[in-house]
């Protein structure tokens, strides 16, 4: 699978994962939010056509993580070799009561051990990530905005959150030392306990 690069940069050891992206525009805007805050490495599940000339034109000057995106079927996929999910929505979910802002979540995010991964998940454009996708991230990121209408576009969540993280990145936290458990054992515990 994807071996994470040599961890000079905090920033990229750090996945933006779009699940099932409609809008190739969308695509494209979120690659410029990224290049625009250091990030460079982009995981798409089950996107629309992610090189199309919408996608090019929005992704001004940032082509270069367009087409080194990695593609997947699954989120489960996307997510392998990760120590730390975060996931992003607005709504509020039964179960799912504890929300971070994006600047509390690049702190989280950029405390993971050196030889760690983190992801940053953002989901579909008309309904975000569904409850089990939900359930695959350890940490929910909620972006305070006006009660009236707290659905950010797409690429504006991108944006705000690569913000907050290249702000942390500047003075990164004092990172542990300490051996990250990967993606797979965690959901691994989660299937013990709920047979068990």
């Known amino acids: 699978m994807d071996q994470p690069p040599e961890p000079t940069?905090?920033?990229d050891r750090i996945r933006v994962v779009l699940v099932q992206p409609k809008q190739p525009g969308n695509i494209g805007s979120g690659c410029r939010a990224m290049k625009n805050f250091?990030?460079?490495?982009?995981y798409l599940v089950n996107p629309s056509d992610h090189t199309s000339g919408e996608a090019r034109q929005m992704a001004h000057g940032s082509g270069d993580i367009l087409y080194s995106a990695t593609v997947f079927q699954t989120l489960e996929e996307a997510l392998h070799g990760v120590s730390l999910t975060v996931?992003?929505?607005?709504r509020t979910r039964r179960n799912f009561d504890l929300f971070y802002g994006p600047s509390e979540i690049a702190q989280k995010l950029l405390s993971i051990p050196q030889n760690g991964e983190a992801a940053l998940v953002f989901g579909r454009e008309e309904a975000g990530l569904t409850n089990d996708e939900i359930k695959l991230?350890?940490?929910?990121?909620r972006i305070p905005s006006a009660v009236k209408y707290p659905s950010l576009n797409l690429s504006q969540a991108v944006?705000?959150?690569g913000y907050e993280l290249y702000r942390a990145a500047e003075s990164p936290p004092e990172i542990p030392r300490l051996e990250p458990a990967p993606f797979q054992a965690i959901e691994s515990m989660y299937t013990h306990i709920d047979t068990t």
């Open 87 to 90: 996931g992003t929505s607005h």
């Open 9 to 11: 940069n905090p920033l």
């Open 137 to 141: 991230c350890q940490i929910i990121s």
């Open 159 to 161: 944006l705000i959150h």
């Open 38 to 42: 250091g990030l460079s490495r982009l």
